[in-house]
């Protein structure tokens, strides 16, 4: 029994040590990276999935091969099922991208608790500049997808943010929740002052297809009209003819 506890099988976790570097080391030889990655699927743990994640935040040549280890490392993630939520959720929290991360919660957990991971983790962030804020972009821009009664409240304040992609997304988002008509003061002082013809679009046509008027601010919004759009007599955005 000593010598078998001794020589025998390593444990889940030795061969997660053991391997997780080398599945997520973009200068291996790709036959060893292959083995790595195919080793810790088979473990098919929690740990296991945290040591695979890295592997989404990278590319490697040629792009065949890419495909195929990222192809091979999501579905064995995927497989593992709801077990997978905690490090895959790890993952998102620190990494640069999120779209990965995002297409693995869509198939591993119910849509309720992905639109909650992706609200939690939008609550943490803030509204000033970052050198790259594409996660932040691709979450907001995932949120425009769902339907929930929490994304309007969490998504309302980038309308504000420093960076104009996200603030175009964060009105999509919030255009696209049955909640939206609580948030249309924050809309308004967005487009009142925003400089981007997109965005300020995007909340324009919001407004005329709800069919909303722009109360009080008609003079502070017919200054921001682009793009044909107009306001008709009682104040309602009208799409360009």
Same mark, same amino acid.
């Given at each position: 029994?000593?010598?078998? @506890?001794?020589?025998?099988?390593?444990?889940?976790?030795? /061969? /997660?040590?053991? $391997?997780?570097?080398?599945?997520?080391?973009?200068?291996?030889?790709?036959?060893?990276? %292959?083995?790595?990655?195919?080793?810790?699927?088979? /473990?098919?743990?929690?740990?296991?999935?945290?040591?695979?994640?890295?592997?989404?935040?990278?590319?490697?040549?040629?792009?065949?091969?890419?495909?195929? +280890?990222?192809?091979?490392?999501?579905? #064995?993630?995927?497989?593992? @099922?709801? +077990?997978?939520?905690?490090?895959?959720?790890?993952?998102?929290?620190?990494?640069?991208?999120?779209? %990965?991360?995002?297409?693995?919660?869509?198939?591993?957990?119910?849509?309720?608790?992905?639109? =909650?991971?992706?609200?939690?983790?939008?609550?943490?962030?803030?509204?000033? *500049?970052?050198?790259?804020?594409q996660r932040?972009?691709?979450?907001?821009?995932?949120?425009?997808?769902?339907?929930?009664?929490?994304?309007?409240?969490?998504?309302?304040?980038?309308?504000?943010?420093?960076?104009?992609?996200?603030?175009? $997304?964060?009105? #999509?988002?919030?255009?696209?929740?049955?909640?939206?008509?609580? $948030?249309?003061?924050?809309?308004?002082?967005?487009?009142?002052? =925003?400089d981007s013809?997109?965005?300020?679009?995007?909340?324009?046509?919001?407004?005329?297809?709800?069919?909303w008027d /722009? @109360?009080?601010?008609?003079?502070?919004?017919?200054?921001?009209?682009?793009?044909? *759009?107009?306001?008709?007599?009682? @104040?309602?955005?009208?799409?360009?003819?």
């Amino acid at each position: 029994m000593a010598l078998f @506890g001794l020589f025998g099988k390593k444990s889940d976790a030795d /061969v /997660v040590r053991k $391997h997780a570097e080398r599945a997520t080391n973009r200068r291996a030889q790709a036959v060893d990276r %292959w083995e790595a990655i195919q080793a810790l699927l088979r /473990v098919g743990s929690p740990e296991a999935v945290e040591a695979l994640m890295p592997r989404f935040a990278f590319y490697v040549d040629p792009s065949i091969t890419d495909q195929e +280890e990222k192809d091979a490392v999501f579905d #064995g993630i995927v497989q593992l @099922g709801s +077990e997978a939520i905690v490090p895959v959720v790890g993952f998102l929290r620190k990494a640069e991208s999120a779209s %990965w991360s995002i297409k693995i919660l869509d198939r591993i957990a119910t849509a309720e608790v992905v639109v =909650e991971k992706l609200v939690a983790l939008l609550s943490d962030m803030d509204t000033e *500049y970052e050198r790259d804020p594409q996660r932040k972009v691709q979450m907001l821009a995932a949120l425009e997808e769902r339907r929930d009664p929490r994304v309007a409240r969490c998504v309302a304040r980038f309308l504000a943010d420093a960076n104009e992609t996200v603030r175009f $997304h964060a009105a #999509g988002a919030l255009l696209s929740q049955p909640e939206a008509a609580a $948030h249309r003061d924050d809309m308004l002082r967005c487009l009142c002052a =925003e400089d981007s013809v997109r965005v300020r679009n995007r909340i324009l046509e919001g407004f005329a297809t709800r069919e909303w008027d /722009v @109360g009080a601010n008609l003079d502070a919004v017919r200054a921001k009209l682009a793009g044909g *759009y107009t306001l008709d007599a009682r @104040g309602i955005p009208r799409r360009p003819q």
